[in-house]
């Protein structure tokens, strides 16, 4: 009975066509599973069995959510969708988008470590932006910097926003909707960039720390559009980096 916006409208096409991308790495419809595992807004932060996972992810899957018209259709009445690695970037584009209809070339519009950028800096020059070490105990120290040329980045990350389970166990933020658990895989940090939308770049930023180092190195092949700059730990323990 919902009926949406354009702005809705825009996203839920994006998440469809990212999802069919990613072979569903990005999927907005692990929102219960987020809430259960204590990222989402209910906060619940329960320590999930096996079958509890496996109940939750029937209704997992955008395949299962469809428009019909301007209204939402979901195979399962309890299911909801989960934007939030998504629609920052838009909100992004949003301003970006208009800032360029009153004919302002020359910006970079940043929210919660997501930025669009276009034009020059007051330098003159392509607007420089620092990546993050993945440092867990609160600190903050740069990794390295990218030159954005008329481009959108984004970065994704498991090293801050985690918990301890009772059990011990760390749950990350970034949910596998593959597996439906909150394990973290060999990535400690995805940051993506290139010139396309800065929502498209935020969602295969969260595709990719699902992904893992090696499916992402795959998905890339074909995407030559993107780049990124992938931090994770070798076997060894030592921290590398992969960019393209």
């Known amino acids: 009975t919902v009926v949406i ?4 409208l825009e996203v839920f096409q994006k998440s469809k066509r990212i999802y069919k991308e990613t072979n569903g790495y990005f999927d907005p419809t692990v929102c219960n599973l987020v809430n259960a595992w204590g990222f989402g807004y209910k906060r619940e932060k329960k320590d999930l069995d096996s079958l509890a996972v496996y109940n939750l992810m029937q209704q997992v899957g955008l395949d299962k959510v469809i428009l019909k018209g301007r209204k939402i259709q979901k195979e399962f009445k309890t299911s909801c969708l989960d934007f ?4 920052k970037g838009y909100g992004i584009d949003v301003v970006g988008r208009f800032l360029e209809s009153e004919n302002i070339e020359n910006y970079l519009v940043e929210i919660g470590g997501e930025i669009r950028a276009r034009g020059k800096s007051k330098r003159n020059k392509n607007w420089k932006v620092a990546i993050d070490d993945p440092n867990s105990d609160g600190t903050r120290s740069v990794s390295r910097y990218i030159e954005l040329d008329n481009q959108s980045m984004a970065s994704s990350g498991n090293y801050r926003k985690f918990r301890i389970g009772v059990n011990g166990q760390k749950y990350v933020h970034t949910i596998n909707p593959k597996t439906g658990f909150a394990i973290e895989s060999n990535l400690l940090s995805a940051t993506v960039y290139g010139e396309v ?3 498209d770049v ?3 930023a969260t595709a990719f ?14 995407h030559s559009q993107l780049k990124v700059v992938l931090l994770f730990f070798d076997e060894k323990g030592v921290l590398k980096e992969f960019s393209n």
């Open 5 to 8: 916006d354009d702005l809705f």
């Open 84 to 87: 939030n690695s998504i629609a």
């Open 197 to 199: 939308d800065c929502a």
């Open 202 to 204: 935020d969602a295969y």
């Open 209 to 222: 720390m699902a992904m893992g180092l090696e499916k992402t190195k795959e998905f890339l092949v074909n």
